[in-house]
């Protein structure tokens, strides 16, 4: 089972990959889509999870999503048609750090992706990029809450306090419009969502040669969050504008 498999069954229950409820993704999509007939590209899509609720919030939105996943983009595609909005909606299986489109984008979203491009300040010059004049960008990722432990470090790389994070996405030239902070309530919901999902699939499964695989992942990843990173993690998300557009 690879790591994209694993994934699709760990987020079954929880479509959104990253630590928000679903009040918290409307209200974000509210303050970043900017008018109806927005275009807007998503940077490691996954299932197309945000793609999808601005298409059904705005019917003249139109929207592409990239990501390296077949799998994922096959469920996009499907929950596309089922919604009826799968006429416009362009996916594509590429490297997101490595994606070149033939437009720019009124909005540009990387929601827990920022690994495929190194980090978060190489996520904001990659959607610079991407961003027509007057554009928003929606990005989303961890930052520490407290002092990590060397264990939470290896696990989830070199993270920045809150202040320093805001600090250098403003020193790069970007004004934030609107942001969340997820709560407790969120990130715990999230992790619970992760391994449960994961391991009730190797449960329901008892025959599959990929059952063991799972229960020894959700147990890992469940091991990591409690004992290494859940006091220390919290995590982001930013509307942002450029600051001299």
């Known amino acids: 089972m690879d790591r994209q498999q694993i994934s699709r069954l760990a987020h079954a229950d929880h479509p959104i990959a990253a630590p928000l409820d679903d009040d918290s993704v409307r209200r974000l999509l509210a303050r970043a889509v900017p008018g109806d007939g927005a275009r807007v590209l998503d940077l490691g899509c996954g299932g197309g999870e945000w793609l999808l609720r601005a298409l059904t919030g705005h019917p003249r939105l139109v929207a592409e999503g990239v990501d390296i996943s077949e799998s994922a983009l096959d469920h996009a595609r499907e929950a596309a048609d089922r919604l009826g909005v799968a006429d416009r909606l362009t996916l594509h299986r590429a490297d997101a750090a490595r994606f070149a489109a033939a437009h720019r984008f009124d909005l540009v979203l990387c929601v827990g992706s920022t690994h495929a491009f190194g980090g978060l300040p190489a996520t904001l010059a990659a959607a610079r990029e991407h961003l027509a004049p007057g554009g928003r960008v929606l990005v989303g990722d961890g930052f520490w809450e407290r002092e990590p432990s060397p264990e939470a470090v290896e696990m989830l790389g070199d993270l920045s306090d809150l202040p320093t994070t805001l600090g250098r996405v403003v020193a790069d030239g970007w004004t934030p419009v609107g942001g969340h902070i997820s709560t407790r309530g969120e990130l715990?919901?999230?992790?619970?969502?992760?391994?449960?999902?994961?391991?009730?699939?190797?449960?329901?499964?008892?025959?599959?040669?990929?059952?063991?695989?799972?229960?020894?992942?959700?147990t890992a990843h469940r091991n990591g969050w409690l004992r290494a990173y859940r006091d220390c993690l919290g995590f982001l998300c930013l509307v942002l504008r450029p600051t001299d557009a």
Do not use: F, I, M
């Not at 992790?191 to 992942?217: F, K, M, V, Y």
């Open 188 to 218: 715990d919901a999230y992790e619970w969502s992760w391994t449960g999902a994961l391991a009730a699939w190797a449960l329901d499964h008892p025959t599959d040669p990929d059952r063991a695989q799972a229960l020894e992942t959700a």
